[in-house]
């Protein structure tokens, strides 16, 4: 019985070992998640991410963290009044660079999603955060994108 138990442990934590960090996946998470938008940029990866982190403030959201060496930027909008009285909601930005492998650009992959305070008053920091599938400000970000880089993207 003993050995059953030790090897049902052994068996676990080799299992835990070789998954990704739970932690992040479960922060990760958002129910529905629609996969990003992609769109690649005639320029290399870090003036690819100067230009992305420069259009944030057309499209109205703050920068938070990430860079170039990484390779990921993260920002968010201003908390707006929700649709019903007492909500909220905010908008956020999750964009990943990759250099293209014969070096001709980049490709930028964008995560946003909607994170909705159904009442601000009584639950605050209870949001519902949900994927945005194929929305304008994925469209109107990437033009800010090719504006501030001053070349055209390639599809």
């Known amino acids: ?3 059953i138990s030790s090897l049902f442990l052994l068996a676990l934590l080799g299992l835990i070992a070789g998954c990704e960090d739970i932690s992040d996946t479960l922060r990760n998470y958002i129910p529905n ?3 990003p938008v992609v769109r690649i ?3 290399d990866s870090r003036t690819t991410y100067a ?8 499209i109205s959201f703050h920068y938070v963290s990430g860079g170039p060496a990484v390779g990921h930027l993260y920002a968010i909008s201003d908390v ?3 649709d019903t009285q007492g909500s909220s ?3 956020t930005l999750k964009a990943d660079f990759h250099n293209l492998i014969d070096g001709s650009g980049t490709e930028v992959s964008l995560n946003l999603t909607e ?16 994927g945005l599938n194929d929305t304008a400000l994925a469209k ?6 090719e504006q501030s880089l001053g070349s055209n993207s390639a599809s």
């Open 1 to 3: 019985m003993k050995s």
């Open 33 to 35: 998640k629609p996969s």
């Open 41 to 43: 940029f005639k320029a």
């Open 51 to 58: 230009a992305a982190k420069n259009a944030l403030s057309q």
């Open 80 to 82: 707006t009044a929700g």
């Open 89 to 91: 909601h905010q908008f």
């Open 115 to 130: 994170v909705i305070e159904a009442d601000t008053q009584r639950h605050q920091g209870m949001g519902t955060e949900s």
């Open 140 to 145: 109107i970000y990437f033009r800010a994108i």
